[in-house]
């Protein structure tokens, strides 16, 4: 693990550059409609696939740098908390109560059951 800290800078970077690409596609094809979609669907696959590395890899697994790159460097700058609260924040403040809602729900139950069946799957033979 002596250079684990240069595999996770470079899964961090890409994980950043995937999920600012992502944004960027999904508000033009939101068509006006402003809703944070991208932020609830890359938080929602990060949760899943965080579920299904943690069920698929050993413990000993986890401590490799591939491991690391993947998990703390990809899916660590690809699933973002600061956007989730901002935008929650912002519907907040705009006044738009359900899509809070429906958004902090949305990612406070589905992003939990999503990496239990990701650990589930992961864990299947």
Known sequence: ??????AIAAGGASGAVARWGIGVWATSAANGFV???A???INLVGAYALGWMSGRFSDRDKTTAAYQAAA???L???TTM???GAEAWTLLADKRFLAA???VAASAI???LLAGAGRRAGAAP
């Open 35 to 37: 809703f944070p979609y």
């Open 82 to 84: 600061s956007a989730f």
């Open 101 to 103: 809602a429906a958004y």
């Open 110 to 112: 589905a992003g939990p």
């Open 76 to 78: 660590g700058a690809f």
């Open 39 to 41: 932020t609830l669907v």
């Open 72 to 74: 703390a460097g990809f």
């Open 1 to 6: 693990m002596r250079y684990a800290w240069a």
